[in-house]
């Protein structure tokens, strides 16, 4: 069994600021990691994963994300934000057994991220 | 891209009533497909796995009778919120998977009932 932990509800921040949102998770087995991006009342948009190779993982948006194994963490950052990135993002993991399907995910309670002018 | 649709966006119901939720993969075949509910400021609760032509696979604690699931072609499965009660009220989101390739989501279903 996996968890994951995100340890801020909520982050504000100001526009063109740099922002980390926090990741940490929980298994027995090696995981894949993925963070998505809610939009009110919409659904899930992959912003990155992590599946192996290199732990600096880059994605859609100028979103990043460093896989630290030894402190299971997989921390969100993006240099400079903008009004638009306003919206909850979703730390999830999946065990990797199985291969590549990304399947059953477990995901964190989610962090709300809002970007002020 | 592989786009997942999900239908209705939101739906208004009487206590006692059913509500059916089609999530359709829009091309590709959706080996399976995920059901998840998502109460106001919470995080994901995986509901059910669904692989077609087979009976759905559920989380623990979610009444199979009560949301019933089916999953009869490579492109559609379909959500069944029986009887429902104002407490089913919630946000719910479904997913799809086609083999080896990412998992997509579908845009939501937020249902309220009266």
């Known amino acids: 069994a996996q968890s994951v932990t995100q340890l801020d509800s909520q982050v504000p921040v100001f526009e063109e600021a740099p922002v980390e949102l926090r990741c940490n998770y929980s298994s027995s087995v090696s995981v894949y990691l993925f963070w998505y991006v809610q939009y009110p009342n919409q659904g899930l948009q992959l912003l990155l994963k992590y599946l192996s190779g290199s732990t600096l993982v880059k994605g859609i948006n100028g979103f990043e994300a460093e896989f630290n194994k030894s402190q299971t963490s997989f921390h969100l950052r993006k240099p400079s934000v903008h009004i638009s990135d306003t919206a909850e993002y979703f730390c999830?993991?999946?065990?990797?057994?199985?291969?590549?399907?990304?399947?059953?995910?477990?995901f964190g309670q989610g962090t709300i991220l809002t970007v002020h002018p | 891209g592989a786009v997942v649709s999900q239908h209705p966006s939101r739906v208004i119901c009487k206590s006692g009533t059913s509500v059916k939720i089609e999530c359709r993969s829009l091309d590709f075949q959706a080996t399976t497909m995920f059901w998840y509910r998502q109460f106001p400021k919470q995080s994901l609760m995986l509901m059910a796995t669904s692989n077609e032509g087979s009976k759905a696979t559920y989380e623990q604690g979610v009444e199979k009778d009560k949301f019933l699931i089916n999953h009869a072609s490579l492109t559609l499965s379909t959500l069944t919120v029986t009887s429902a009660h104002p407490e089913d009220s919630s946000f719910y989101i479904c997913s799809a998977q086609g083999g080896p390739s990412p998992l997509h989501f579908g845009n939501g279903t937020r249902l309220t009932v009266t």
């Open positions: 999830a993991v999946r065990n990797n057994a199985g291969g590549t399907s990304y399947g059953k995910l477990t």
